[in-house]
């Protein structure tokens, strides 16, 4: 599972064309990311990005509930390249 501060590659920059005109910014594939929000939801674990920030959409969640929240991206477009700990533990012992 992924988790905050996890840096992942997009492998999956495939979007619908409505995706793309509500989303204007998203990972192109082969990009290099940060994780700034892990969030379980219905379709699997979404992610939010350090380097990519979108601007609230209204989210429709049935039965009349609506929410403005900013986009999430499935975490199956992205593979794990570091894991946050091992970013940490270099750092740390790169400081000594």
């Known amino acids: 599972m ?4 996890d ?3 997009c492998i999956d920059d495939h979007f619908t064309p409505r995706q793309r005109v509500s989303v204007p910014h998203i990972p192109v594939n082969g990009g290099i990311y940060t994780i700034r929000q892990a969030i379980p939801g219905f379709r699997g674990l979404g992610l939010r990005l350090v380097e990519v920030v979108n601007p609230e959409i209204t989210v429709d969640f049935g039965e009349g509930v609506e929410r403005q929240l900013e986009p999430l991206f499935l975490a199956s ?5 570091r894991r946050r700990e091992d970013i940490v533990s270099r750092e740390a012992a790169n400081a000594d």
Request: aromatic share 16%; charged share 35%.
């Open 7 to 9: 840096v992942v590659e």
């Open 77 to 81: 477009r992205f593979r794990l390249l």
């Open 2 to 5: 992924y988790r905050t501060g």
